[in-house]
Protein backbone atom coordinates (compact mmCIF):
# COMPACT_ATOMS: atom_id res chain seq x y z
CA UNK A 1 0.00 0.00 0.00
CA UNK A 2 1.19 3.52 -0.99
CA UNK A 3 -0.40 6.37 1.21
CA UNK A 4 0.17 9.95 0.09
CA UNK A 5 0.18 13.08 1.64
CA UNK A 6 -1.53 16.74 0.26
CA UNK A 7 2.01 17.44 -1.52
CA UNK A 8 1.95 14.22 -3.69
CA UNK A 9 -1.14 15.28 -5.39
CA UNK A 10 0.62 17.98 -7.36
CA UNK A 11 2.74 14.78 -9.13
CA UNK A 12 -0.53 12.77 -9.90
CA UNK A 13 -3.23 14.99 -11.93
CA UNK A 14 -2.33 17.07 -14.95
CA UNK A 15 -3.59 19.74 -17.11
CA UNK A 16 -6.46 17.80 -19.51
CA UNK A 17 -7.09 14.96 -17.51
CA UNK A 18 -10.66 13.44 -16.90
CA UNK A 19 -11.65 13.33 -12.99
CA UNK A 20 -13.78 10.74 -12.07
CA UNK A 21 -16.11 11.64 -8.87
CA UNK A 22 -18.28 9.49 -6.77
CA UNK A 23 -20.25 11.38 -3.78
CA UNK A 24 -23.80 12.58 -3.45
CA UNK A 25 -23.32 16.26 -1.79
CA UNK A 26 -20.94 15.58 1.19
CA UNK A 27 -22.06 11.42 1.36
CA UNK A 28 -18.76 9.32 0.50
CA UNK A 29 -17.45 12.28 -1.14
CA UNK A 30 -13.39 12.42 -1.18
CA UNK A 31 -14.27 16.48 0.01
CA UNK A 32 -10.43 16.94 1.53
CA UNK A 33 -8.58 15.24 -2.17
CA UNK A 34 -10.85 17.55 -3.40
CA UNK A 35 -10.40 20.60 -1.42
CA UNK A 36 -5.85 19.87 -1.78
CA UNK A 37 -6.78 19.44 -5.35
CA UNK A 38 -7.93 23.36 -5.22
CA UNK A 39 -5.00 24.60 -2.78
CA UNK A 40 -2.47 22.90 -5.28
CA UNK A 41 -3.86 24.88 -8.21
CA UNK A 42 -4.59 28.37 -5.97
CA UNK A 43 -0.29 27.74 -5.73
CA UNK A 44 0.88 26.50 -8.98
CA UNK A 45 -1.84 27.43 -11.56
CA UNK A 46 -2.50 23.65 -12.84
CA UNK A 47 -4.32 21.28 -13.26
CA UNK A 48 -6.38 22.77 -15.58
CA UNK A 49 -8.66 22.00 -18.57
CA UNK A 50 -9.88 19.35 -16.65
CA UNK A 51 -12.74 17.12 -17.33
CA UNK A 52 -15.05 16.20 -14.53
CA UNK A 53 -17.73 13.10 -14.50
CA UNK A 54 -20.00 12.23 -11.54
CA UNK A 55 -22.97 10.61 -11.64
CA UNK A 56 -24.37 12.24 -8.41
CA UNK A 57 -24.17 16.19 -7.42
CA UNK A 58 -21.87 17.39 -5.03
CA UNK A 59 -23.21 20.51 -3.99
CA UNK A 60 -22.89 20.86 0.16
CA UNK A 61 -24.37 24.35 1.19
CA UNK A 62 -20.76 25.36 1.22
CA UNK A 63 -19.25 22.75 3.47
CA UNK A 64 -17.24 21.46 0.67
CA UNK A 65 -15.75 21.79 -2.46
CA UNK A 66 -18.38 21.90 -5.19
CA UNK A 67 -18.50 22.61 -8.61
CA UNK A 68 -18.61 26.16 -8.52
CA UNK A 69 -14.91 26.05 -7.12
CA UNK A 70 -13.26 24.08 -9.93
CA UNK A 71 -15.56 26.55 -12.25
CA UNK A 72 -14.60 30.23 -10.74
CA UNK A 73 -10.67 29.37 -11.03
CA UNK A 74 -11.10 28.13 -14.74
CA UNK A 75 -9.75 24.70 -13.71
CA UNK A 76 -12.55 23.32 -15.73
CA UNK A 77 -13.54 22.65 -19.56
CA UNK A 78 -16.21 20.19 -19.36
CA UNK A 79 -18.74 18.57 -17.32
CA UNK A 80 -20.37 15.67 -17.45
CA UNK A 81 -22.67 14.79 -14.93
CA UNK A 82 -27.10 14.12 -14.22
CA UNK A 83 -28.29 16.77 -12.28
CA UNK A 84 -26.43 20.26 -10.25
CA UNK A 85 -29.42 21.55 -7.92
CA UNK A 86 -27.32 24.10 -6.17
CA UNK A 87 -23.97 25.41 -8.30
CA UNK A 88 -24.94 28.73 -9.64
CA UNK A 89 -21.61 29.68 -11.03
CA UNK A 90 -21.33 26.63 -12.75
CA UNK A 91 -25.00 27.32 -14.11
CA UNK A 92 -23.51 30.94 -15.28
CA UNK A 93 -20.51 29.30 -16.85
CA UNK A 94 -22.83 27.02 -19.06
CA UNK A 95 -25.46 29.76 -20.08
CA UNK A 96 -22.07 31.84 -20.91
CA UNK A 97 -20.92 29.10 -23.22
CA UNK A 98 -17.57 29.05 -20.92
CA UNK A 99 -17.11 25.07 -20.89
CA UNK A 100 -18.58 22.29 -22.28
CA UNK A 101 -21.79 20.67 -20.58
CA UNK A 102 -23.56 17.63 -20.75
CA UNK A 103 -26.63 16.47 -18.81
CA UNK A 104 -26.60 12.83 -18.97
CA UNK A 105 -29.47 9.54 -17.10
CA UNK A 106 -27.86 9.25 -13.88
CA UNK A 107 -28.02 5.47 -14.17
CA UNK A 108 -26.28 5.24 -17.54
CA UNK A 109 -23.47 7.44 -15.95
CA UNK A 110 -23.26 5.32 -13.05
CA UNK A 111 -23.09 2.02 -15.54
CA UNK A 112 -21.24 2.65 -18.32
CA UNK A 113 -17.61 2.99 -15.67
CA UNK A 114 -18.03 -1.26 -16.19
CA UNK A 115 -19.28 -1.23 -19.74
CA UNK A 116 -16.77 1.17 -21.13
CA UNK A 117 -13.27 -0.59 -21.86
CA UNK A 118 -11.00 -2.41 -24.52
CA UNK A 119 -13.54 -5.05 -24.33
CA UNK A 120 -17.19 -3.06 -24.39
CA UNK A 121 -18.05 -0.21 -26.05
CA UNK A 122 -19.70 1.37 -23.80
CA UNK A 123 -23.77 1.06 -23.14
CA UNK A 124 -26.11 0.08 -25.56
CA UNK A 125 -29.38 1.04 -24.36
CA UNK A 126 -33.29 2.27 -25.38
CA UNK A 127 -32.48 4.18 -22.22
CA UNK A 128 -32.61 8.43 -23.53
CA UNK A 129 -34.50 7.60 -26.97
CA UNK A 130 -37.43 10.62 -27.72
CA UNK A 131 -35.73 12.29 -24.61
CA UNK A 132 -33.36 15.78 -25.02
CA UNK A 133 -30.48 13.03 -24.63
CA UNK A 134 -30.85 11.46 -27.97
CA UNK A 135 -29.17 12.82 -30.87
CA UNK A 136 -31.94 13.73 -33.04
CA UNK A 137 -32.80 15.95 -30.16
CA UNK A 138 -30.23 17.69 -27.93
CA UNK A 139 -27.67 14.82 -27.31
CA UNK A 140 -27.42 15.96 -23.70
CA UNK A 141 -25.60 18.73 -24.93
CA UNK A 142 -26.58 22.08 -22.97
CA UNK A 143 -25.10 24.52 -24.45
CA UNK A 144 -24.05 25.93 -27.91
CA UNK A 145 -19.71 25.32 -26.87
CA UNK A 146 -20.61 21.97 -26.57
CA UNK A 147 -20.03 20.05 -29.96
CA UNK A 148 -18.87 16.36 -29.73
CA UNK A 149 -21.41 13.68 -29.38
CA UNK A 150 -21.24 11.47 -26.24
CA UNK A 151 -24.59 9.61 -27.18
CA UNK A 152 -25.23 8.22 -31.31
CA UNK A 153 -27.81 6.19 -32.18
CA UNK A 154 -26.88 2.87 -33.35
CA UNK A 155 -29.27 -0.09 -34.71
CA UNK A 156 -29.40 -3.81 -33.82
CA UNK A 157 -31.82 -5.88 -35.60
CA UNK A 158 -33.85 -3.46 -36.75
CA UNK A 159 -34.16 -2.04 -33.48
CA UNK A 160 -32.86 1.18 -32.35
CA UNK A 161 -30.53 1.84 -29.24
CA UNK A 162 -28.38 4.51 -27.99
CA UNK A 163 -24.57 4.30 -27.36
CA UNK A 164 -23.30 6.03 -24.62
CA UNK A 165 -19.90 6.23 -25.33
CA UNK A 166 -18.28 9.14 -22.39
CA UNK A 167 -14.33 9.64 -21.94
CA UNK A 168 -12.58 7.06 -19.88
CA UNK A 169 -11.36 7.90 -16.01
CA UNK A 170 -8.03 8.98 -15.67
CA UNK A 171 -8.04 10.04 -11.90
CA UNK A 172 -10.41 8.38 -9.90
CA UNK A 173 -10.71 10.96 -6.61
CA UNK A 174 -13.15 7.92 -4.61
CA UNK A 175 -13.60 7.51 -0.72
CA UNK A 176 -14.26 4.62 1.83
CA UNK A 177 -14.54 4.88 5.81
CA UNK A 178 -11.06 2.58 6.48
CA UNK A 179 -8.33 0.99 4.41
CA UNK A 180 -6.15 -1.98 5.31
CA UNK A 181 -2.52 -2.54 4.84
CA UNK A 182 -3.18 -4.01 1.59
CA UNK A 183 -5.05 -0.93 0.53
CA UNK A 184 -8.44 -3.25 0.63
CA UNK A 185 -11.26 -0.33 1.15
CA UNK A 186 -14.41 -0.49 3.59
CA UNK A 187 -18.03 1.14 3.25
CA UNK A 188 -18.75 0.47 6.61
CA UNK A 189 -19.64 4.04 8.21
CA UNK A 190 -21.02 5.38 5.17
CA UNK A 191 -24.92 6.73 4.38
CA UNK A 192 -24.70 5.05 1.34
CA UNK A 193 -22.79 2.94 -1.56
CA UNK A 194 -21.25 4.87 -4.81
CA UNK A 195 -20.51 3.34 -7.56
CA UNK A 196 -17.02 3.72 -6.42
CA UNK A 197 -15.44 0.07 -7.30
CA UNK A 198 -17.08 0.58 -10.82
CA UNK A 199 -14.74 3.83 -11.40
CA UNK A 200 -11.63 2.28 -10.25
CA UNK A 201 -12.21 -0.34 -12.80
CA UNK A 202 -12.58 2.04 -15.31
CA UNK A 203 -10.03 4.07 -14.49
CA UNK A 204 -7.70 1.21 -14.13
CA UNK A 205 -8.26 -0.33 -17.67
CA UNK A 206 -7.55 3.25 -18.87
CA UNK A 207 -4.29 2.91 -17.06
CA UNK A 208 -5.48 5.81 -14.71
CA UNK A 209 -4.80 6.32 -11.05
CA UNK A 210 -6.82 5.78 -8.28
CA UNK A 211 -7.01 7.58 -5.09
CA UNK A 212 -9.35 6.66 -2.08
CA UNK A 213 -9.84 8.96 1.11
CA UNK A 214 -9.95 6.81 4.35
CA UNK A 215 -10.58 7.74 7.86
CA UNK A 216 -8.00 5.77 8.73
CA UNK A 217 -6.00 2.53 8.10
CA UNK A 218 -6.71 -0.50 10.09
CA UNK A 219 -4.67 -4.06 10.78
CA UNK A 220 -6.49 -6.49 8.50
CA UNK A 221 -7.24 -9.08 11.16
CA UNK A 222 -9.58 -6.26 12.99
CA UNK A 223 -11.69 -6.74 9.61
CA UNK A 224 -14.06 -9.31 8.06
CA UNK A 225 -12.91 -9.75 4.19
CA UNK A 226 -16.68 -10.13 2.66
CA UNK A 227 -16.65 -6.38 3.79
CA UNK A 228 -14.41 -5.52 1.13
CA UNK A 229 -15.90 -2.77 -1.27
CA UNK A 230 -12.93 -2.05 -3.58
CA UNK A 231 -10.09 -4.90 -3.26
CA UNK A 232 -6.59 -3.50 -3.05
CA UNK A 233 -5.11 -4.68 -6.47
CA UNK A 234 -7.85 -1.32 -7.97
CA UNK A 235 -6.38 1.36 -5.16
CA UNK A 236 -2.94 3.44 -6.16
CA UNK A 237 -2.81 5.96 -3.45
CA UNK A 238 -4.76 5.79 0.15
CA UNK A 239 -4.84 9.33 1.47
CA UNK A 240 -6.22 9.18 5.02
CA UNK A 241 -8.18 12.64 6.01
CA UNK A 242 -6.33 15.22 8.14
CA UNK A 243 -9.41 16.73 10.13
CA UNK A 244 -12.96 14.76 10.26
CA UNK A 245 -14.67 17.59 9.13
CA UNK A 246 -13.58 17.01 5.71
CA UNK A 247 -14.74 13.69 5.60
CA UNK A 248 -18.35 13.97 6.91
CA UNK A 249 -21.33 11.19 6.53
CA UNK A 250 -23.92 13.58 5.83
CA UNK A 251 -24.43 17.35 5.64
CA UNK A 252 -26.18 16.86 9.28
CA UNK A 253 -23.81 15.27 11.23
CA UNK A 254 -20.01 13.83 10.60
CA UNK A 255 -21.16 10.30 11.35
CA UNK A 256 -24.29 8.54 13.57
CA UNK A 257 -24.31 4.93 13.21
CA UNK A 258 -28.15 4.53 12.40
CA UNK A 259 -27.45 6.45 8.58
CA UNK A 260 -25.10 3.70 7.80
CA UNK A 261 -27.67 0.72 9.04
CA UNK A 262 -25.28 0.25 11.91
CA UNK A 263 -27.78 1.19 14.73
CA UNK A 264 -31.79 1.26 15.04
CA UNK A 265 -33.71 4.20 14.45
CA UNK A 266 -34.75 5.25 18.24
CA UNK A 267 -36.62 8.19 17.02
CA UNK A 268 -38.32 9.94 14.64
CA UNK A 269 -36.32 11.38 12.10
CA UNK A 270 -38.73 14.27 10.90
CA UNK A 271 -42.31 15.56 12.34
CA UNK A 272 -45.80 14.40 10.71
CA UNK A 273 -45.91 16.45 7.52
CA UNK A 274 -47.64 19.57 7.86
CA UNK A 275 -51.66 19.55 6.62
CA UNK A 276 -51.87 21.35 3.37
CA UNK A 277 -52.78 20.57 -0.30
CA UNK A 278 -49.26 19.71 -0.56
CA UNK A 279 -50.11 16.41 1.60
CA UNK A 280 -53.39 16.11 -0.10
CA UNK A 281 -51.19 15.74 -2.82
CA UNK A 282 -49.04 12.87 -1.64
CA UNK A 283 -52.42 11.24 -0.33
CA UNK A 284 -53.76 11.40 -3.59
CA UNK A 285 -50.05 9.94 -5.14
CA UNK A 286 -50.51 6.99 -2.50
CA UNK A 287 -53.77 6.00 -3.20
CA UNK A 288 -52.16 4.12 -6.52
CA UNK A 289 -50.08 2.24 -4.71
CA UNK A 290 -50.77 -1.40 -4.25
CA UNK A 291 -49.53 -4.38 -1.70
CA UNK A 292 -45.93 -5.16 -2.08
CA UNK A 293 -45.12 -2.31 -3.77
CA UNK A 294 -41.74 -1.28 -4.35
CA UNK A 295 -41.71 2.37 -5.09
CA UNK A 296 -39.18 4.49 -7.16
CA UNK A 297 -39.54 7.70 -5.06
CA UNK A 298 -37.88 10.73 -6.80
CA UNK A 299 -36.64 14.16 -5.83
CA UNK A 300 -39.29 16.89 -4.73
CA UNK A 301 -42.61 16.53 -3.78
CA UNK A 302 -42.60 12.66 -3.60
CA UNK A 303 -39.09 12.54 -1.36
CA UNK A 304 -41.79 12.78 1.74
CA UNK A 305 -43.87 9.88 0.24
CA UNK A 306 -41.54 7.95 3.40
CA UNK A 307 -42.77 10.73 6.02
CA UNK A 308 -46.61 9.71 4.85
CA UNK A 309 -46.40 6.25 4.70
CA UNK A 310 -44.91 5.92 8.25
CA UNK A 311 -47.41 8.65 9.59
CA UNK A 312 -49.93 6.42 8.46
CA UNK A 313 -48.21 3.08 9.84
CA UNK A 314 -48.38 1.69 5.88
CA UNK A 315 -44.15 1.04 5.77
CA UNK A 316 -44.94 -2.23 5.97
CA UNK A 317 -46.95 -2.64 2.94
CA UNK A 318 -44.52 -1.38 0.46
CA UNK A 319 -40.92 -0.74 -0.22
CA UNK A 320 -39.81 2.94 -0.98
CA UNK A 321 -36.64 2.87 -3.51
CA UNK A 322 -33.99 5.72 -3.33
CA UNK A 323 -31.77 5.07 -6.91
CA UNK A 324 -29.07 5.55 -4.97
CA UNK A 325 -29.41 2.17 -3.28
CA UNK A 326 -31.56 2.69 -0.36
CA UNK A 327 -34.63 -0.12 0.17
CA UNK A 328 -37.07 0.36 2.33
CA UNK A 329 -37.02 1.97 5.83
CA UNK A 330 -37.69 5.70 6.43
CA UNK A 331 -36.53 7.79 3.84
CA UNK A 332 -35.62 11.40 5.11
CA UNK A 333 -37.01 14.60 2.91
CA UNK A 334 -36.32 18.35 2.92
CA UNK A 335 -34.07 19.10 5.63
CA UNK A 336 -33.39 15.60 6.35
CA UNK A 337 -32.44 14.37 3.05
CA UNK A 338 -30.08 11.81 2.95
CA UNK A 339 -30.81 10.81 6.52
CA UNK A 340 -32.25 7.27 5.74
CA UNK A 341 -33.12 4.81 8.61
CA UNK A 342 -33.87 1.49 9.00
CA UNK A 343 -33.40 0.60 5.62
CA UNK A 344 -34.34 -3.16 4.44
CA UNK A 345 -30.83 -3.36 2.84
CA UNK A 346 -28.41 -1.45 0.83
CA UNK A 347 -27.37 -1.62 -2.66
CA UNK A 348 -24.11 -0.03 -4.77
CA UNK A 349 -25.64 2.91 -6.69
CA UNK A 350 -24.73 1.08 -10.20
CA UNK A 351 -25.77 -2.22 -9.23
CA UNK A 352 -29.23 -0.41 -8.33
CA UNK A 353 -29.78 1.29 -11.93
CA UNK A 354 -29.28 -2.98 -12.65
CA UNK A 355 -32.41 -3.42 -10.49
CA UNK A 356 -34.13 -0.29 -11.84
CA UNK A 357 -33.51 -1.41 -15.91
CA UNK A 358 -34.93 -5.12 -15.13
CA UNK A 359 -38.33 -4.20 -13.80
CA UNK A 360 -37.31 -4.19 -10.16
CA UNK A 361 -39.68 -1.45 -9.26
CA UNK A 362 -43.60 -1.71 -10.02
CA UNK A 363 -44.18 2.31 -9.51
CA UNK A 364 -42.28 5.12 -9.65
CA UNK A 365 -43.32 8.41 -8.20
CA UNK A 366 -42.03 11.60 -9.78
CA UNK A 367 -41.92 14.60 -10.01
CA UNK A 368 -41.93 17.58 -12.69
CA UNK A 369 -41.18 21.52 -13.93
CA UNK A 370 -43.26 21.21 -16.86
CA UNK A 371 -45.88 19.65 -18.50
CA UNK A 372 -47.41 19.93 -22.36
CA UNK A 373 -50.77 19.56 -24.07
CA UNK A 374 -48.69 16.04 -25.41
CA UNK A 375 -48.27 14.91 -21.82
CA UNK A 376 -44.62 15.68 -22.08
CA UNK A 377 -42.67 16.34 -18.95
CA UNK A 378 -39.90 18.57 -18.04
CA UNK A 379 -37.48 18.13 -15.08
CA UNK A 380 -34.19 19.76 -16.84
CA UNK A 381 -34.69 23.26 -17.50
CA UNK A 382 -37.21 25.63 -16.40
CA UNK A 383 -37.18 29.20 -15.80
CA UNK A 384 -33.85 30.66 -14.86
CA UNK A 385 -33.02 26.52 -13.61
CA UNK A 386 -30.86 24.70 -15.07
CA UNK A 387 -31.19 21.04 -12.70
CA UNK A 388 -30.32 18.37 -15.37
CA UNK A 389 -32.25 15.04 -15.51
CA UNK A 390 -30.95 13.11 -12.65
CA UNK A 391 -32.63 9.34 -12.61
CA UNK A 392 -35.30 10.65 -14.33
CA UNK A 393 -35.12 9.88 -17.75
CA UNK A 394 -33.55 5.88 -16.58
CA UNK A 395 -36.87 5.65 -14.13
CA UNK A 396 -39.23 6.83 -16.30
CA UNK A 397 -38.76 4.26 -18.94
CA UNK A 398 -37.83 1.17 -16.75
CA UNK A 399 -41.23 1.29 -15.14
CA UNK A 400 -44.68 0.35 -16.27
CA UNK A 401 -46.68 2.77 -14.24
CA UNK A 402 -45.93 6.19 -13.42
CA UNK A 403 -47.55 8.92 -11.17
CA UNK A 404 -46.30 12.68 -11.27
CA UNK A 405 -47.27 14.83 -8.71
CA UNK A 406 -46.73 18.48 -8.00
CA UNK A 407 -48.67 21.99 -8.00
CA UNK A 408 -51.00 23.13 -11.32
CA UNK A 409 -49.96 26.21 -10.43
CA UNK A 410 -46.27 27.34 -8.99
CA UNK A 411 -46.27 30.00 -6.29
CA UNK A 412 -50.37 29.64 -6.22
CA UNK A 413 -52.26 29.33 -2.55
CA UNK A 414 -54.63 26.87 -2.24
CA UNK A 415 -56.65 26.59 1.23
CA UNK A 416 -58.45 23.58 2.78
CA UNK A 417 -61.83 24.68 4.20
CA UNK A 418 -63.99 22.20 5.63
CA UNK A 419 -63.25 19.74 3.32
CA UNK A 420 -62.96 21.71 0.22
CA UNK A 421 -60.62 23.89 -1.05
CA UNK A 422 -60.88 27.72 -1.65
CA UNK A 423 -57.99 29.46 -4.29
CA UNK A 424 -56.36 32.53 -2.01
CA UNK A 425 -53.87 33.03 -4.97
CA UNK A 426 -53.94 31.62 -8.54
CA UNK A 427 -50.29 31.76 -9.05
CA UNK A 428 -47.74 33.23 -11.14
CA UNK A 429 -46.08 30.21 -12.95
CA UNK A 430 -47.95 27.77 -15.34
CA UNK A 431 -46.57 24.72 -14.94
CA UNK A 432 -48.63 23.29 -17.82
CA UNK A 433 -47.93 24.79 -20.73
CA UNK A 434 -47.76 24.39 -24.65
CA UNK A 435 -44.49 23.04 -25.15
CA UNK A 436 -41.89 21.95 -22.87
CA UNK A 437 -38.55 23.45 -23.85
CA UNK A 438 -37.06 20.15 -22.72
CA UNK A 439 -38.34 16.37 -23.18
CA UNK A 440 -37.46 14.37 -20.25
CA UNK A 441 -40.27 11.81 -20.54
CA UNK A 442 -42.25 11.21 -24.16
CA UNK A 443 -45.41 10.68 -24.12
CA UNK A 444 -45.94 9.56 -27.39
CA UNK A 445 -43.00 6.82 -26.86
CA UNK A 446 -44.86 6.13 -23.32
CA UNK A 447 -48.11 4.74 -25.13
CA UNK A 448 -45.44 2.80 -27.56
CA UNK A 449 -44.26 0.68 -24.29
CA UNK A 450 -47.85 0.61 -23.08
CA UNK A 451 -46.99 3.08 -20.15
CA UNK A 452 -49.26 3.97 -17.34
CA UNK A 453 -49.02 7.59 -16.52
CA UNK A 454 -51.42 9.70 -14.20
CA UNK A 455 -50.53 13.36 -12.89
CA UNK A 456 -52.00 14.20 -9.71
CA UNK A 457 -51.93 17.85 -8.60
CA UNK A 458 -53.71 19.88 -5.90
CA UNK A 459 -56.35 20.91 -8.28
CA UNK A 460 -56.83 17.81 -10.59
CA UNK A 461 -55.80 14.62 -11.58
CA UNK A 462 -55.21 13.92 -15.22
CA UNK A 463 -54.48 10.66 -17.12
CA UNK A 464 -52.46 10.08 -20.33
CA UNK A 465 -54.71 8.74 -22.65
CA UNK A 466 -54.46 6.98 -26.69
CA UNK A 467 -56.47 9.97 -27.16
CA UNK A 468 -54.42 12.94 -25.28
CA UNK A 469 -53.82 14.13 -21.78
CA UNK A 470 -57.19 13.71 -19.71
CA UNK A 471 -58.99 15.69 -16.87
CA UNK A 472 -59.88 12.73 -14.79
CA UNK A 473 -60.84 14.29 -11.82
CA UNK A 474 -60.98 17.45 -9.71
CA UNK A 475 -60.58 18.45 -6.07
CA UNK A 476 -63.68 19.78 -4.21
CA UNK A 477 -64.88 23.08 -4.15
CA UNK A 478 -63.15 24.20 -7.32
CA UNK A 479 -64.94 25.89 -10.57
CA UNK A 480 -63.26 23.81 -13.39
CA UNK A 481 -63.08 26.21 -16.33
CA UNK A 482 -61.89 29.08 -13.71
CA UNK A 483 -59.56 27.38 -11.63
CA UNK A 484 -58.29 24.49 -13.28
CA UNK A 485 -58.20 25.37 -17.32
CA UNK A 486 -58.08 28.91 -17.04
CA UNK A 487 -54.56 28.14 -15.33
CA UNK A 488 -53.34 26.02 -17.95
CA UNK A 489 -51.77 26.50 -21.24
CA UNK A 490 -53.74 24.48 -22.75
CA UNK A 491 -57.01 23.17 -22.89
CA UNK A 492 -56.98 19.46 -21.85
CA UNK A 493 -59.33 16.45 -22.64
CA UNK A 494 -62.10 16.30 -20.26
CA UNK A 495 -62.95 12.49 -19.52
CA UNK A 496 -66.89 12.21 -19.50
CA UNK A 497 -67.29 11.13 -16.21
CA UNK A 498 -65.15 13.58 -14.11
CA UNK A 499 -64.93 12.59 -10.48
CA UNK A 500 -64.45 14.46 -7.63
CA UNK A 501 -61.13 13.68 -5.35
CA UNK A 502 -61.94 11.33 -2.32
CA UNK A 503 -62.96 13.66 0.32
CA UNK A 504 -61.57 11.74 2.55
CA UNK A 505 -57.92 13.22 1.81
CA UNK A 506 -58.59 17.19 3.06
CA UNK A 507 -59.68 15.75 6.46
CA UNK A 508 -56.36 17.13 8.62
CA UNK A 509 -56.70 13.62 10.21
CA UNK A 510 -57.04 10.68 7.32
CA UNK A 511 -55.97 7.16 8.63
CA UNK A 512 -57.24 5.76 5.62
CA UNK A 513 -54.14 4.61 3.30
CA UNK A 514 -53.82 1.03 5.19
CA UNK A 515 -57.19 0.18 3.58
CA UNK A 516 -56.21 1.78 0.17
CA UNK A 517 -53.59 -0.35 -0.05
CA UNK A 518 -54.47 -3.81 -1.07
Known sequence: MEQITWQDLKQIVSDGQ????????????????????????????????????????????????????????????????????????TAEAIRNNELEAYFLPQGMIATHYRQTNTLQPGVITKIGLHTHVDPRYQGGRINQRTIKDLVSLVNIQDETYLHYHLPAVDVAFLRGTYADEDSNIYVTEEAY????????????????????????????????????????????????????????????????????????MTQPIDLPLPFNTRKTILRRTAQFLTKGDTISIGFGINNELSNLLYEEQAE???????????????????????????????????????????????????????????????????????????GFIDISQSVQRIIFSGQLVARSQLNIVDGH??????????????????????????????????????????????????LIEIAPGLNLEQDVIAQMGFRPLIAKDVKTIDPTIYNAQWGLLTQSIQ
Open 18 to 89: TIGVAGLSVSNLAAELLRNLLETYDETGSPKDLTFILANDISSLGLEPDLDDFVERGMVSRIIMSIMTASPK
Open 193 to 264: LTEAYSIALNTKSNRGTVIVQVKSIIKRPKVNPNHVFIPGSLVDYVYVAGASKHHRQLIQTYYDPVYSGEAP
Open 316 to 390: HLVQPIQDIGIFGGFLGSGKHFGMNADVDFRMRHDQTWDFIYNGGISIACLSFAEIDQYGNVNVSYFGQKMNGCG
Open 421 to 470: LEVEHQGTAQKFVQKVSHIDFNAAYAKTIQQEVFIVTDRAVFELRDEGLT
